[in-house]
C-alpha cells in the first residue's frame, strides 16, 4: 500500500514538474533572462553616468557652504535653481542614458540573432516567434523603468545624505537642501515621468524593433532616414508637413499632455501641483500610440517568422 502510494505522489510530481516546464509564462520568463543576460548595459549605461554624476557633485560639495551662506541673498528662483539643477540634472542624465540604451537595444536585438546566427538555435527551441518579440519589447517598455528609476532615487539620496553632512560639518542648515527638493514628493514625480515616458514612446520602441527585423544592416540609418525620406518627400509633393509635426509630438508632445505649466519665479518645488495624469490618460495621442505599438509588434513577430540569418 504505502509502495503504491510513493508511486503515485511520484508520478504526481512528475506531473507537476512537467507542467511547470511547459507553462505558457516559462517561455517567456526564460526569453526576458535571456535578454537580461545578453544586454548587461541596460542597467551597466545608467550605473555608469550615476557615477559620473556623483563625480562632479562630490567637486560642487567644495562650493557648497558658500552656496549655502549666500542662499538668503539670493532671489528665489534664483535659490531653487542653485539647489535644485543638480537633483534634476542627474535625474535628466541617467534617464536620457536609459532612452538612448532602449533605442540601440531595440534596433539592435532583432537583427543581431540574425547577424550572429543564433536565429537557428532559437528558433530550434519551443519558444514562439510572438513569445521571442514580447520578451524584447518587455525590456524597454517593463525592465527598463524600474532600473531606472531605483539607480536615479539612489543617485538623489547620496546627493542629499552627502550634502547635508557637508552643510553640517560647517556649521550651516542642511534643511535648506531638503526644502529645495523634497525627495518624496521628487520620488512620486519620478514614478510618474517614467510611466508616461514609457508608454509615450512605445511606438517609437515598436518602430525600432521592426526595423530591426527588417534590416539586414544599418538598422539606425533606416530606423530614421525612413522617416525622413516621409517629410522630405511630403514637403516637396504637397508643401505641407503634417508628418514631421507628428513626428515633433510623438517625440516631445507628452510633456504638453501629462504636465501643467509651473507658476513664475518658484520660490520652492512642488512637483505634485504639476502633474496632470487625467489629461494624459484622455490624450487621443495616448492611446493611438498603444495601438500603433501594437501594430508594429505584430508585424515585427511576422517579419521574424520568415527571417533567416543574414
Known amino acids: ?7 503515485n505522489t511520484t508520478a504526481f510530481d512528475t506531473q507537476a514538474d512537467r507542467h511547470a516546464a511547459t507553462a505558457p509564462t516559462r517561455p517567456f520568463y526564460w526569453s526576458v533572462r535571456r535578454e537580461l543576460w545578453e544586454y548587461r548595459s541596460i542597467w ?8 559620473i554624476v556623483l563625480f562632479g557633485f562630490l567637486i560642487r560639495l567644495a562650493r557648497l557652504p558658500q552656496l549655502l551662506r549666500m542662499a538668503s541673498t539670493l532671489p528665489p528662483m534664483k535659490q531653487n535653481m542653485a539647489f535644485a ?22 534596433l539592435g536585438t532583432l537583427n ?25 519589447a518587455f525590456v524597454p517598455l517593463v525592465i527598463l523603468p524600474p532600473i531606472l528609476f531605483v539607480i536615479v532615487v539612489l543617485t538623489q539620496l547620496i546627493m542629499l545624505l552627502a550634502g547635508s553632512a557637508v552643510a553640517l560639518a560647517s556649521g550651516l542648515d542642511a534643511g535648506t537642501i531638503w526644502a529645495h527638493w ?12 517614467l510611466v508616461v515616458m514609457t508608454l509615450w514612446y512605445a511606438p517609437i520602441y515598436g518602430w525600432l524593433l521592426l526595423v530591426s ?13 525612413i522617416p525622413l525620406g516621409i517629410v522630405v518627400v511630403e514637403r516637396i509633393a504637397f508643401d505641407t508637413s503634417y508628418f514631421g509635426s507628428l513626428l515633433k509630438y510623438r517625440i516631445g508632445g507628452f510633456v504638453h499632455e501629462a504636465f501643467l505649466a509651473p ?13 496632470a495624469p487625467l489629461k494624459y490618460l484622455s490624450s487621443p495621442g495616448l492611446w493611438l500610440g498603444l495601438v500603433v505599438a501594437a501594430i508594429l509588434l505584430g508585424a515585427a513577430v511576422w517579419l521574424r517568422r520568415g527571417r533567416e540569418p543574414v
Not at 507658476?263 to 502633474?275: C, F, R, V
Open 44 to 51: 551597466i549605461a545608467p550605473l555608469a553616468v550615476s557615477g
Open 112 to 136: 543581431g540573432e540574425r547577424r550572429d546566427r543564433s536565429i537557428l538555435f532559437w528558433k530550434s527551441l519551443p519558444v514562439s516567434d510572438l513569445t521571442a518579440v514580447l520578451s524584447k
Open 85 to 106: 539643477a543638480p537633483f534634476a540634472g542627474a535625474a535628466a542624465a541617467i534617464i536620457v542614458t536609459g532612452l538612448l540604451v532602449a533605442v540601440f537595444y531595440c
Open 182 to 193: 523634497p525627495m518624496a514628493k521628487m520620488t512620486l514625480a519620478l514614478i510618474y515621468i
Open 1 to 7: 500500500m504505502s509502495m503504491a502510494s510513493d508511486a
Open 213 to 225: 527585423a527588417w534590416a539586414r544592416r544599418m538598422t539606425i540609418l533606416w530606423a530614421a532616414l
Open 263 to 275: 507658476g513664475h519665479n518658484p520660490s520652492t518645488i512642488d512637483p505634485i501641483a504639476l502633474l
